[in-house]
C-alpha cells in the first residue's frame, strides 16, 4: 500500500533553511508527480509545490525563490528545500500523491520564529 513519511522538520529563526524529505513506497514513485502541502493554525491546508515526473517543479507565489522541490527517483524520496524562512511558514508540511484518490504523509512541524 502507498506510504509517505515526511521528517526534516524543526524550529528555526527567520530567514534560516530546513530540509524536508519524504520518502515514498507502494506505488513507481519515478511516475509520480509528488506535491508538497502546509497547513498554518486555523486555514486550510494548501499547495507549496508540486514535482512531476519531468523534474520541472511548480511553486506557489509566496515561496517561489525560496523553496526548492527534488526527487531523487533511486530513493523514491522527494525533498522540500526551504530558505529565506518567514514566521508565515510556520505550519504542519505534508507530502502529497494523487492516485484515484489523495494519499498523504503523517506531516512534520516547521516552526518558525521572529
Known amino acids: 500500500q502507498v506510504q509517505l513519511v515526511e521528517s526534516g522538520g524543526g524550529l528555526v529563526q527567520a530567514g534560516g533553511s530546513l530540509r524536508l524529505s519524504c520518502a515514498a513506497s507502494g506505488f513507481v514513485f519515478s511516475d509520480a508527480t509528488m506535491n508538497w502541502f502546509r497547513q498554518a493554525p486555523g486555514k486550510e491546508r494548501e499547495l507549496v509545490g508540486t514535482i512531476p515526473p519531468d523534474n520541472r517543479p511548480l511553486y506557489i507565489d509566496s515561496v517561489q525563490g525560496r523553496f526548492t522541490i527534488t526527487r531523487d527517483n533511486t530513493k523514491n524520496t522527494v525533498y522540500l528545500q526551504m530558505n529565506s524562512l518567514k514566521p508565515e511558514d510556520t505550519g504542519v508540511y505534508y507530502c502529497?500523491?494523487?492516485?484515484?484518490?489523495?494519499?498523504w504523509g503523517q506531516g512534520t512541524q516547521v516552526t518558525v520564529s521572529s
Open positions: 502529497n500523491l494523487f492516485y484515484a484518490r489523495n494519499y
